[in-house]
């Protein structure tokens, strides 16, 4: 959607109020289909440094605190193939399957751009302003 797009051209659904939850974790997802998908979720406690420990790495924390059911037109995951396919479990189709547990992961150290500060002469007209490189642990 572009940018200068005004508010009255928006879809009435866009306008709506969203809620947005913080220190909430989905535990699994427990129903996928054409009429929507259910979740399970479970309050975390705020950590002082707004960091939640728990995850692949961690052990579980906060299992103390309980676990509601919420429902949802769509879902989408914005997290680490590993996490979406333990919150996909016997959801998950086959080929989703596939390509989760097909992801390869190596420690790296990655740059994805530098900024030339405002002091520095102009580069050289065949380099970029902007580099896009990874550096590897040796």
Known sequence: MPAT????????????PHQVRLSTEVTRII?????????A?????AQKDHHN???E???PVDTDMPETVEEYDELVLCCLAKTADRLLGAQARWIEKRVLRATKWSDDIT????VRPA?????????????TFALSPA
């Open 5 to 16: 797009k005004e508010a009255a051209d928006l879809p009435t659904d866009f306008l709506k």
């Open 31 to 39: 129903k996928r289909d054409s009429t929507g998908v259910k979740v």
């Open 41 to 45: 979720i479970r309050q975390r406690r």
């Open 53 to 55: 420990p728990g995850g």
């Open 57 to 59: 790495t961690d052990p």
């Open 111 to 114: 740059v994805t751009h530098t």
């Open 119 to 131: 002091c520095c002469a102009e580069p050289a007209p065949s380099v970029p302003s902007l580099t």
